[in-house]
Structure formats: structure tokens, C-alpha cells
T-cell receptor, first 114, second 113 residues
Framework: DARVTQTPRDKVTEMGQEVTMRCQPILGHNTVFWYRQTMMQGLELLAYFRNRAPLDDSGMPKDRFSAEMPDATLATLKIQPSEPRDSAVYFC????????????FGQGTRLTVV | RKEVEQDPGPFNVPEGATVAFNCTYSNSASQSFFWYRQDCRKEPKLLMSVYSSGNEDGRFTAQLNRASQYISLLIRDSKLSDSATYLCAVNPGFGAGSYQLTFGKGTKLSVIP
């Protein structure tokens, strides 16, 4: 059963530390999204890639966040330095654009910055 | 005005009731529309796509009103298992071949025995 895989599932870190979240999209999916979900803001689009090229990262605080796709099987989201306000659930989603419009989500990384 | 807006609820309804959610979107050029379901501490999962002609899947009916820029979800004969948060999602369709999803904050539904 194809699925989007995210690691780690949970992360607790101290303010100022670097955090790296990883996502393995479904094989063959060429579009990958990073979302952040909080109670206050809901699901916010941070960045997305098509064919590994970044298309839009306007939703992402550039000074501390960075997103990359080093290859077709791995997307990363880094926060450096992390702050308590970054505490949220970070979801990765992938879609095979052109063949299906359903976006499949990973189980998320629950980040707590203390 | 936010791109996609939903009534956060919660909607507390008895089993067997019919409940409807609306979602408004601001970009009149938006191309595709969806309803996702999210259970507590889980990821969102596609419930159904919303087509211009409206579509039905069992107890669920989705409709699109382009003139008023809203989509709706109707759930008939509510079950306890329908309790979840329902997220609407819109693809603004910026540019040819563009695909990105903007979500509403979700509407929480609790079906009560």
C-alpha cells in the first residue's frame, strides 16, 4: 500500500537547536508539499516542489526555514534555529499531478520546541 | 479576506441527523475543490472531490456554487464514525499546470449517540 512516509513522528527539542524533518513521497509522485498545522492557523502551505524544483516557498519564514529535495525520494524541511512558536504538526503531502488530483498526506511530524 | 474560510464549529448533532458544511473561497479562478476528513491526531485524507455538477457518494453529497464562490458538504444519516474535522481545499490554479492546495481551518463535527 503506497504511502507518504515522514520521520520523525515526534520531536521535542530545545529552542535554538536545528530540526530536520524528512519525507519520502509516494513513488512516481512529482509534486511534494510541506504544510504546517496549528490550532490557530490550521493547515498552512509552507513550500512545494514539482519534479524536485521549488515552485513556491512564500509561506515559509526564510530566515530560519529551508526546504529541499535532494532526490525524487526525499524531501527535507529544516528549521535553524528553532523557536517555541515553531511548535506544530508538519505534514508532507505528494500528488501525481496530471494523473490524479488527490494529495496523499504523511502521518506528520509533531514538533515541540521548549 | 482569507483564501478559504470555514465555520470552525463544533457541530454537535445526534446520530441520524443531516448536517451541512459550507466553505467559501476568494479566488474566482480556482479550478478544483475537495473535501478532506481529518481524525484527531491523524493526517487529512481525501473524502471527495467536488465537481461543477455536484457529486454524491453514499451519504455524502458535495456541491459547488461558482457564482457565490462556495462549496458545500452534506452528510445524511450521521454516524458516530463521522465525527472528525472536515477540511475544504481549493486549488487556486495559478498558471498553466499549476497545482497547489489551500485549506480552510476545518469544521469539527461531533455525532452524539
Amino acid at each position: 500500500d503506497a504511502r507518504v512516509t515522514q520521520t520523525p513522528r515526534d520531536k521535542v527539542t530545545e529552542m535554538g537547536q536545528e530540526v530536520t524533518m524528512r519525507c519520502q513521497p509516494i513513488l512516481g509522485h512529482n509534486t511534494v508539499f510541506w504544510y504546517r498545522q496549528t490550532m490557530m492557523q490550521g493547515l498552512e502551505l509552507l513550500a512545494y516542489f514539482r519534479n524536485r524544483a521549488p515552485l513556491d516557498d512564500s509561506g515559509m519564514p526564510k530566515d530560519r526555514f529551508s526546504a529541499e529535495m535532494p532526490d525524487a525520494t526525499l524531501a527535507t524541511l529544516k528549521i535553524q534555529p528553532s523557536e517555541p512558536r515553531d511548535s506544530a504538526v508538519y505534514f508532507c503531502a505528494s500528488v501525481e499531478q496530471g494523473a490524479s488530483t488527490e494529495a496523499f498526506f504523511g502521518q506528520g511530524t509533531r514538533l515541540t520546541v521548549v | 479576506r482569507k483564501e478559504v474560510e470555514q465555520d470552525p464549529g463544533p457541530f454537535n448533532v445526534p446520530e441520524g441527523a443531516t448536517v451541512a458544511f459550507n466553505c467559501t473561497y476568494s479566488n474566482s479562478a480556482s479550478q478544483s475543490f475537495f473535501w478532506y476528513r481529518q481524525d484527531c491526531r491523524k493526517e487529512p485524507k481525501l473524502l471527495m472531490s467536488v465537481y461543477s455538477s455536484g457529486n454524491e457518494d453514499g451519504r455524502f453529497t458535495a456541491q459547488l456554487n461558482r457564482a457565490s464562490q462556495y462549496i458545500s458538504l452534506l452528510i445524511r444519516d450521521s454516524k458516530l464514525s463521522d465525527s472528525a474535522t472536515y477540511l475544504c481545499a481549493v486549488n487556486p490554479g495559478f498558471g498553466a499546470g499549476s497545482y497547489q492546495l489551500t485549506f480552510g481551518k476545518g469544521t469539527k463535527l461531533s455525532v452524539i449517540p
